[in-house]
């Protein structure tokens, strides 16, 4: 029965990752159609890594999240194929934490002028 309810929490925080990436992801959405070149899609971090976490261009601590103070949010952006700056690949990674241990979703699109 433990295992049940423990599978249910994560499959639920599962959901609620996937739904704070793709909240990020509007609102980047929409920063872009505004301004492409501005501080949120700005020049990216050529050692950003969406998978491992490491070097995101920003992110939102564990805590930071109202209503999710055991998720963390992290925002990777890297310039397009073949390194043109007319398109920016974006991936949002959320972590949390819970009885199960660390556990991490990715959403990833393109964006382009």
């Known amino acids: 029965m433990a295992t049940a309810i423990?599978?249910?929490?994560?499959?639920?925080?599962?959901t609620f990752a996937?739904?704070?990436?793709?909240?990020r992801l509007e609102a980047l959405k929409m920063?872009?159609?505004?301004?492409f070149?501005?501080?949120?899609l700005g020049d990216p971090v050529a050692s950003s890594n969406p998978l491992t976490g490491a070097n995101p261009d920003s992110a939102e601590?564990?805590?930071?999240?109202?209503?999710?103070?055991?998720?963390?949010?992290?925002?990777?952006?890297?310039?397009?194929?073949?390194?043109?700056?007319?398109?920016?690949?974006v991936a949002v990674r959320v972590v949390w934490r819970d009885a199960l241990g660390t556990h991490s979703t990715v959403l990833r699109t393109t964006m382009a002028r």
């Open 37 to 40: 070149d501005g501080a949120a």
């Open 31 to 35: 920063t872009a159609a505004v301004n």
């Open 61 to 89: 601590d564990y805590g930071a999240i109202s209503g999710y103070s055991s998720f963390r949010r992290e925002v990777h952006i890297t310039n397009g194929a073949g390194g043109t700056v007319n398109s920016k690949d």
């Open 18 to 23: 996937s739904n704070l990436a793709q909240e």
């Open 6 to 14: 423990k599978s249910n929490a994560l499959g639920k925080n599962t």
